[in-house]
C-alpha cells in the first residue's frame, strides 16, 4: 500500500493515460512547415532559371520518409507482393502476411500509419525502419527492406515472417497445462540475451521487451521483433520519457520517474520474462503504475539509498510514501524445482534495484546457471523436446 504527501497529491499519471497520450505528443511536437522562397528586393537583379529551381528546391518541405528511403538500396512496388491473410495490427501499423512474386519467400508486410497527411508517419514508425535496416543478428526479426503504392501514399516494411509469438505459444502451453522445461527455458534465455547484446553492443535500448515482441520460429529460433520504441542511447544515461516499456516489464527507475536511463532497462525486462518463462504467469502482474511499485517492492524488498544511491532523490518518492518491505519474498514466487540456486542469483541480477549494479547481457551469458546441469538444448531441437 502507499499514501500520497499532502503537498504533492494528485501528482501521479495513471498508465492507460500516458499510452494514449504518448503518440498525440510525438506527433504535435514534430511539424513540417512548408517555406516560401524570400522576395527578392531588388527587381534589377535577374536570376537564372537554374538558381531559381535550386531556391525552390533547399526551400521545399522534405518528406519525413525520404532519409530512410535513401538508405535501403531500393523501394519495391507492393504490387510485388500477394497478400495472403491479416496477422495483426499494432499502434503503429497492421501486419499481413504475403508471398513475394519475385522470389517466392512468404513475408511480413508491416504497413505504416500516418499520423495525418501534413505530418506524414509517426517518430515510431521511422525509428523502426532504421532500426531494422542496422540491427543484423540471428536473433532479431530481419527487415528486408520497403514497399509502396503506385501513389507512394501507403508504405510498407518488408520483415522475415516467424510463425510465433511468445506471447501466443506460451497462452497455448499454459491451456495444455503444460511448462516449459528447463533446457527449454536455457535455450530461449540465451537466444534472447544475445539479441539485447548486440542490441546494447550497437547503444541501442529496445524499451518494450515483452512476450507479445518475441517470436519463435518453427526451427525453435527466437527473434527480438517491434523497434518502435527502440533509441540509442548514450553515456552517462540520457533524459527520455519514463513511460517508454509496457507496465509489467517496465524498470523501477522508470517507474519512479527518473528521466535520465539506460540499457539496464532492457536487462530488467529480461529477468521478467526469464521469471514468466519458468512459471508462464508475469513476475509483476501490476494494474496501474503504483500498483507495480508495490509488487516490485512486496517481492524484493522496498530499497533505500544505502542500495540505491538518490532513490529518495526520484520525483515518485518524494510525492508518495510507500510501505517498508523486506527483502526475501522472490524466492517464495519461483520454486526450487523450476529454478536452481544459481537461477535465483541470475534473476536477482537481472533485478537489481541499482542499474549501474544490474548485470549486463554480456555478464548474464556468462553466468554458471548456463554451465549447470541440464544445460540449453539446441534450438533446433525445441519444438521436438518434451515440455514438463
Known amino acids: 500500500m502507499v499514501s500520497v ?25 514534430r511539424v513540417y512547415k512548408n517555406k516560401r522562397p524570400t522576395e527578392r528586393h531588388n527587381h534589377k537583379h535577374k536570376t537564372s532559371k537554374r538558381e531559381t529551381q535550386e531556391e525552390q528546391r533547399t526551400t521545399r518541405a522534405k518528406s519525413p520518409f525520404r532519409p530512410s528511403y535513401q538508405r535501403w538500396r531500393s ?18 501499423g497492421v501486419i499481413h502476411a504475403a508471398k513475394d512474386k519475385r522470389t517466392g519467400e512468404i513475408v511480413a508486410l508491416k504497413q505504416l500509419k500516418k ?15 532504421g532500426m531494422l535496416l542496422r540491427m543484423k543478428h540471428p536473433n532479431i526479426v530481419a527487415g528486408r527492406g520497403l514497399a509502396s503504392s503506385s501513389r507512394c501514399d ?22 495444455n497445462q503444460q511448462l516449459f522445461s528447463v533446457e527449454q527455458v536455457k535455450c530461449l534465455m540465451k537466444q534472447l540475451l544475445k539479441a539485447v547484446q548486440h542490441l546494447h553492443d550497437h547503444h541501442v535500448i529496445h524499451c518494450d521487451l515483452q512476450t507479445s515482441n518475441i517470436l519463435l520460429s518453427n526451427e525453435g529460433v527466437l527473434k527480438v521483433a517491434d523497434f518502435g520504441k527502440a533509441r540509442n542511447y548514450k553515456f552517462p544515461p540520457g533524459q527520455y520519457t519514463p513511460d517508454a516499456v ?32 519458468l512459471t508462464l504467469l508475469p513476475l509483476f502482474p501490476g494494474t496501474s503504475e503504483l500498483d507495480q511499485i508495490d509488487k516490485i517492492f512486496m517481492a524484493l524488498g522496498t530499497p533505500s539509498d544505502s542500495i540505491w544511491p538518490g532513490y529518495s532523490e526520484s520525483p515518485m518518492v518524494q510525492m508518495i510514501t510507500f510501505d517498508d518491505y523486506p527483502p526475501g519474498e522472490l524466492r517464495k514466487t519461483i520454486s526450487r524445482e523450476l529454478l536452481s540456486k544459481e537461477g535465483l542469483s541470475l534473476l536477482q541480477g537481472f533485478l537489481t534495484y541499482d542499474p ?33
Not at 115 to 129: K, M, Q, T, V
Request: net charge negative; hydrophobic share 40%; charged share 25%.
Open 154 to 175: 501507403q508504405v510498407f516494411i518488408v520483415m522475415e515472417l516467424i510463425d510465433y509469438d511468445l506471447k501466443t505459444f506460451m497462452e497455448t502451453m499454459q491451456s
Open 356 to 388: 549501474s549494479k544490474r548485470i549486463t547481457a554480456a555478464a548474464a551469458l556468462e553466468h554458471t546457471y548456463f554451465s549447470e546441469q541440464p544445460v540449453a538444448m539446441e534450438p533446433a531441437m525445441f519444438m521436438t523436446s518434451s515440455a514438463r
Open 246 to 277: 509496457t507496465r509489467w516489464y517496465r524498470a523501477p527507475e522508470l517507474l519512479l520517474l527518473f528521466n535520465e536511463y539506460s540499457s539496464p532497462v532492457d536487462i530488467w525486462s529480461v529477468g521478467c520474462l526469464f521469471a514468466e518463462l
Open 5 to 29: 504527501n499532502n503537498q504533492t497529491s494528485g501528482g501521479v499519471r495513471d498508465d492507460s493515460s500516458s499510452r494514449k497520450s504518448g503518440l498525440k505528443k510525438t506527433a504535435k511536437g
Open 115 to 129: 499520423i495525418n497527411e501534413r505530418e506524414g508517419y509517426s517518430i515510431a514508425a521511422r525509428r523502426e525502419l
Open 75 to 92: 523501394v519495391r512496388s507492393v504490387d510485388e507482393f500477394t497478400y495472403l491473410n491479416r496477422i495483426d495490427e499494432g499502434v503503429f
